[in-house]
């Protein structure tokens, strides 16, 4: 009898160390705060700011999620590839970088590494990717990633988080170094492509001057041209402004603001490959492509 009580007095001393040690120790939960159309607070400021920085959105930055913001955020959605609803969940705040909500143990376009060419190798083995396991992000590995988030029923965002490398079976982790992407690594590049722009849409508005050097990178990708941006741009008679000298012009500040924002995926063109302006243009061959949209005075075709 008395060996009962003892081990009962020792169990409801183990219950009480529990509930103490919960009330002093509570379970840490992440918090992934999604805003949409009537939120407001701080949150939907910093949304509101960083699209207008972007060029989606052209309102007032008052903290209030109205129909204005919620159209600039299906915008940037359809921009990144994200759904677009207009909701401003954990895969939106992350690409516009916002609060904590991107993972040091993410991948995305621009990453490069051995935890990227450890994704690639399983995404080719598996059939979804067709490149070189180069270790560079670049839009065919986010592709391949599209595909097997679809058919594996995950957020298709392009973007390797932990639910993506649980289903690929790799053991999370971040990129070893970051570049902006493929064939785009360092701040030479970054000039040389802010000088482009200035040389060919100086006059052109904030979001036609990113959709020319969105056009340049799409260009990278693309086995039609060379594999870096050095390469696309002295491309014999491919950019009009290298060989009449005006992208030695010093570019101005929203020149380099568009070469940044360009660098960090920002595609108002959807993956488009020329641009011209239609008035000035002399090119016969180029006036016989199809413009898929327009920005300021320049067309844009794959």
Aim: net charge positive; with cysteine.
């Amino acid at each position: 009898m008395k060996r009962n009580k003892k081990i009962i007095l020792i169990l409801c001393s183990c219950l009480l160390f529990s509930l103490g040690a919960a009330t002093l120790f509570p379970a840490v939960t992440a918090v992934s705060e999604t805003v949409k159309q009537g939120s407001s607070g701080t949150t939907v400021k910093q949304v509101q700011q960083k699209l207008k920085d972007l060029g989606y959105y052209s309102g007032s930055v008052d903290g209030v999620f109205g129909e204005n913001t919620k159209k600039a955020v299906i915008k940037f959605q359809k921009a990144k590839g994200l759904t677009a609803d207009g909701v401003a969940g954990s895969a939106t705040l992350s690409a516009l970088g916002i609060g904590n909500q991107t993972s040091s143990a993410t991948l995305r376009q621009g990453d490069q590494g051995n935890k990227v060419k450890e994704v690639q190798q399983k995404l080719k083995t598996w059939g979804y990717y067709s490149g070189n396991a180069d270790s560079i992000f670049g839009q065919g590995t986010k592709e391949a990633v599209i595909k097997f988030q679809k058919n594996n029923n995950l957020p298709a965002d392009g973007i390797v988080g932990t639910k993506t490398f649980a289903a690929l079976g790799i053991a999370p982790g971040a990129a070893d170094k970051k570049t902006n992407t493929a064939g785009v690594s360092n701040k030479d590049d970054s000039d040389l492509l802010a000088r482009v722009i200035h040389a060919e849409a100086e006059g052109e508005p904030y979001i036609g001057k990113v959709a020319v050097a969105a056009v340049l990178l799409n260009r990278i990708e693309s086995p039609q041209f060379p594999n870096s941006l050095s390469g696309v741009i002295y491309q014999k008679n491919a950019i009009s402004s290298v060989y009449n000298g005006r992208m030695n012009n010093t570019p101005g500040s929203d020149s380099v603001k568009a070469a940044n924002d360009a660098l960090n995926g920002w595609d108002p063109t959807y993956g488009c490959l020329y641009f011209w302006n239609p008035d000035t243009s002399t090119s016969a061959w180029i006036q016989r492509l199809t413009p898929i949209m327009r920005f300021g005075k320049h067309v844009f075709s794959k």
